[in-house]
């Protein structure tokens, strides 16, 4: 059985990774840590500020660890809002994992992004293998964690793996500082307000994806036969890529009286702007049989009836 210790287990993908893997694995065998405790905790758990690389590798050592899950960091907006804040932590966050994984052989997993792609990066069906000379601090960050990871491959074998997350939407934990939450935020509105005010505007696509298969798409790529991997980091996936009136008429097929209107923040627009619009996921369904559950509409359905069971 595996023994898998994640970092910034409180955050939106580690709060129902932890969860998930739990059901998976057992509660005894998934430790979670983070900077800060969670409202309640059913398994084992450690705070741990990821800066503090002596701590980190102290746990999990103790835990008996034969997996790091590191998902510290900071998204892409805030990253934005405080960029050397942002490169201490993500950057120095993410060696002080890579080193634990080596020190005590893991294997490991950290998420990229779409963000790790810039304003020259191919537009539509963005290929796995591409330009990217991104313009934010945020993406800075997720190419050089990319190299990072593989250099831990190459250099000391460390079983590195990874993925290039789109936006994920979730009604778990709300999401905090990304460029892509506007696609969560507007199903809350749309539930308690019935109206929208949209802060990235109309006909700029991004990619999305529904937690429960950007959860499902960890465990596989984990899972997956090392042999069959070609790429070991960063790989695209993603599951729709839609523009916030087309959000918007997915749910007033439900909720026919939702409004939006448009109040365009300029630093998020412009992260937006310099992303791809869709993304090729063909090698990680080559490699290692990456699916998605849920398109547009699935998701909508989805979403709405758990948060009105949630918030109503
Ligand atoms: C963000 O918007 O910063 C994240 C991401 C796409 O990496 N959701």
Redesign the pocket.
């Known amino acids: 059985m595996k023994k898998i210790m994640i970092t910034g287990a409180c955050g939106q993908i580690g709060s129902e990774l932890v969860m998930k893997l739990r059901e998976t694995y057992g509660t005894e065998n998934v430790l979670a840590t983070d900077i800060r405790k969670p409202a309640v905790q059913k398994g084992p758990f450690e705070t741990l500020d990821v800066m503090d690389a002596k701590r980190m590798n102290d746990i999990a050592k103790d835990f008996g660890a034969d997996t790091l899950m590191h998902m510290a960091a900071l998204?892409?907006?805030t990253?934005e809002n405080n960029p050397l804040f942002a490169w201490n932590l993500n950057m120095g966050g993410l060696v002080n994992a890579l080193e634990v994984a080596r020190e005590q052989n893991l294997q490991f997993f950290t998420p990229s992004?779409?963000?790790a792609f810039g304003p020259s990066t191919p537009k539509n069906n963005t290929p796995q293998d591409t330009l990217q000379r991104p313009s934010t601090m945020?993406g800075v960050n997720?190419v050089a964690g990319e190299l990072l990871c593989d250099y831990y491959f190459q250099r000391f074998g460390v079983d590195t793996r990874g993925v290039r997350?789109?936006?994920?939407i979730s009604y778990v934990t709300p999401?905090g500082?990304?460029?892509?939450?506007y696609a969560v935020d507007i199903y809350y509105k749309a539930i308690t307000e019935g109206k929208y005010t949209s802060y990235i505007a109309k006909d700029s696509y991004?990619d999305m994806m529904y937690m429960p298969d950007a959860l499902q798409a960890i465990i596989d790529l984990m899972e997956a036969d090392p042999a069959k991997l070609i790429h070991r980091n960063a790989f695209n996936v993603t599951a729709m890529s839609f523009e916030p009136e087309e959000i918007a008429a997915s749910i007033r097929k439900h909720l026919p009286n939702f409004e939006m209107d448009y109040d365009v923040d300029p630093v998020r627009q412009a992260?937006a702007d310099s992303?791809p619009d869709s993304i090729d996921a063909s090698a990680a369904k080559e490699e290692w049989g990456f699916k998605a559950k849920y398109d547009l509409d699935a998701m909508t359905v989805d979403m709405l009836k758990k948060l009105q069971e949630k918030v109503i």
């Open positions: 998204l892409s907006a990253a992004s779409i963000g945020y997720k997350f789109p936006g994920l999401p500082g990304g460029t892509t939450d991004m992260i992303w």
